[in-house]
């Protein structure tokens, strides 16, 4: 199996701050790599697959990078709506796993 | 406009066996590029993804949980259905249907509500 491994499990920040999330695959995904976001008793909601593609509707502050094993979600300009858990996910083969999540937090 | 709805039981008791069903609709499970996975979310704790299915009925499952689930679908129905047999507590959590999409790199690009499913005596 692929393990996914993101860091920082949690992080604070303020409005406007850039956020850079890190996700490591235990071996090469390829570019089968995807971003969530998680509010609090909603279920996850696509950001960006393929590294960097941006699922339609999501704002332009949110991008991706990266590729084989070592992956980042970056928000350039951290906006209220964003305080949020965020998972990375790889799609390259089964099982398909996620990373333990990252919590953006208000600083 | 795609859709993914849960439904089952809210409450099982310890050994008994979950079914959940997963309604679509907005797309086709006849369709050779999208499939349907279910992923569960304890309380408080990340996503695992638990067993997926595509339109040739290609079935994959966890590997921690192989030997009690079991994937399939109704195409007629729009449904895909999981069972998970010998339920235990820890088996607690919300369980997503997710829609799979060869256009998303087979991303979960539409996900239903969950529906949350407490194991207990």
């Known amino acids: 199996d692929i393990q996914m491994t993101q860091s920082p499990s949690s992080l604070s920040a303020s409005v406007g701050d850039r956020v850079t999330i890190t996700c490591r695959a235990s071996q090469s995904i390829s570019s089968y790599l995807n971003w969530y976001q998680q509010k609090p008793g909603k279920a996850p909601k696509l950001l960006i697959y393929a590294v960097s593609s941006l699922q339609s509707g999501v704002p332009s502050r949110f991008s991706g990078s990266g590729s084989g094993t070592d992956f980042t979600l970056t928000i350039s300009s951290l906006q209220p709506e964003d305080f949020a858990t965020y998972y990375c996910?790889?799609?390259?083969?089964?099982?398909?796993?996620f990373g333990g999540g990252t919590k953006v937090e208000i600083k | 406009q795609v859709t993914l709805k849960e439904s089952g039981p809210v409450l099982v008791k310890p050994t008994e066996t979950l079914t959940l069903t997963c309604t679509v609709s907005?797309?086709?499970?006849?369709?050779?590029?999208?499939?349907v996975s279910w992923i569960r979310q304890p309380p408080g704790k990340a996503l695992e993804w638990l067993a997926h299915?595509?339109?040739?009925?290609?079935?994959s499952y966890s590997a921690s949980l192989k030997s009690r689930l079991t994937i399939s679908k109704d195409t007629s129905e729009s449904q895909v259905v999981l069972t998970m047999t010998n339920m235990d507590p820890v088996d607690t959590a919300t369980y997503y249907c997710?829609?799979?999409?060869?256009?998303?790199?087979?991303?979960?690009?539409?996900w239903g509500q969950g529906t949350l499913v407490t194991v207990s005596s």
């Open positions: 299915i595509f339109s040739n009925d290609e079935k």
């Open positions: 997710a829609r799979m999409y060869s256009s998303c790199w087979y991303a979960f690009d539409s």
């Open positions: 996910q790889q799609s390259y083969s089964s099982p398909r796993t």
């Open positions: 907005g797309f086709s499970l006849s369709n050779a590029k999208m499939g």
